[in-house]
């Protein structure tokens, strides 16, 4: 077939921000049919940019993205946004909605709890630091991230072993901690070895699912450690979801269908 003959690709929308929307980015490339927009927040200076064309910053809300969707044609999305994104997921629905565009939510499982876990669930960082000192932790490995840590700066009578990706700046005053600087995954022996060294009662982290960061709880389970677990913000339950890139493509593959 000449290429005038060929089908115009349809526009795609990805709002992104996550390893999962560039892992999808990047096979939607290889993909027959359609032209990716990756929508950014712009949070990151100079972000590493996917496969595909890419937009930085906010929409202006749902009549916005509404507004966008109509302008740019867009004939899909998929909200691959942070599970702690706690507003984009629902201005999507309600922009797809009122647009009339398909929408997609994909979504790293978020963990369950086993036999033998002691979990605190909590909602926010600030009911966190409380539950710290109800259930009488003293020994804290803080696996959150460098935003959050004052919430937990002027919690008393706990020592913090306090784990980041990179040093924060400026270094908030903890008045009992140790600082530890590194990146995962993180294998099962090294995060046991890491609870026992330091006689770790009780982590924090926030449930993001995943396997890099896993090995923590399963040693947690094994030693009775609690767990203080900030649990995702809701999202609307009407919006059909994947688990996995694969499964949105075939979501994609549908769509192509029908
Ligand atoms: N929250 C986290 O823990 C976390 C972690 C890693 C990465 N991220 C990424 O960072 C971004 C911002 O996070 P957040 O917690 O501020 O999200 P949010 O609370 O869901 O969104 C706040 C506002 O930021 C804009 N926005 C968010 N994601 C966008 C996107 N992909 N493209 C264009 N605009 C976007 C929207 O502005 P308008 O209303 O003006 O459209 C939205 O109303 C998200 O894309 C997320 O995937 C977040």
Not at 37 to 52: C, K
Not at 122 to 132: I, K, Q, S
Not at 154 to 182: C, D, H, Q
Request: hydrophobic share 45%; glycine share 8%.
């Amino acid at each position: 077939m000449s290429d005038l003959l060929q089908p115009m690709p349809a526009n795609l929308l990805i709002l992104g921000g996550t390893t999962e929307a560039y892992d999808l980015a990047d096979r939607l490339a290889e993909h027959d049919g359609w032209h990716v927009i990756n929508s950014l927040a712009g949070r990151t200076a100079n972000p590493r940019l996917p496969a595909g064309e890419t937009r930085i910053g906010g929409f202006g809300g749902i009549e916005g993205l509404a507004r966008y969707l109509g302008e740019c044609a867009i004939r899909a999305v998929i909200d691959v946004t942070h599970p702690f994104a706690a507003r984009m997921g629902w201005n999507a629905a309600e922009a797809c909605r009122l647009a009339g565009v398909p929408l997609l939510r994909l979504e790293r499982p978020a963990w369950q709890p086993e036999p033998g876990d002691v979990w605190v669930p909590v909602e926010t960082w600030a009911d966190a630091a409380e539950a710290l000192s109800q259930i009488g932790a003293r020994r804290v490995l803080l696996a959150v991230g460098r935003q959050e840590l004052a919430h937990f700066s002027g919690v008393e009578n706990i020592w913090f072993l306090i784990r980041l990706v990179t040093p924060p700046e400026p270094k908030p005053n903890f008045p009992a901690a140790e600082w530890l600087y590194s990146r995962g995954p993180f294998a099962l022996d090294d995060e046991r070895a890491l609870l026992d060294t330091w006689a770790i009662d009780t982590i924090v982290c926030k449930n993001s699912g995943g396997e890099a960061t896993s090995a923590k709880l399963i040693a947690a389970r094994e030693r009775g450690i609690r767990v203080v677990m900030l649990q995702r913000p809701a999202r609307p339950a009407e919006v059909t979801r994947a688990a996995t890139v694969d499964e949105a493509l075939s979501w994609i593959d549908d769509l192509n269908a029908g």
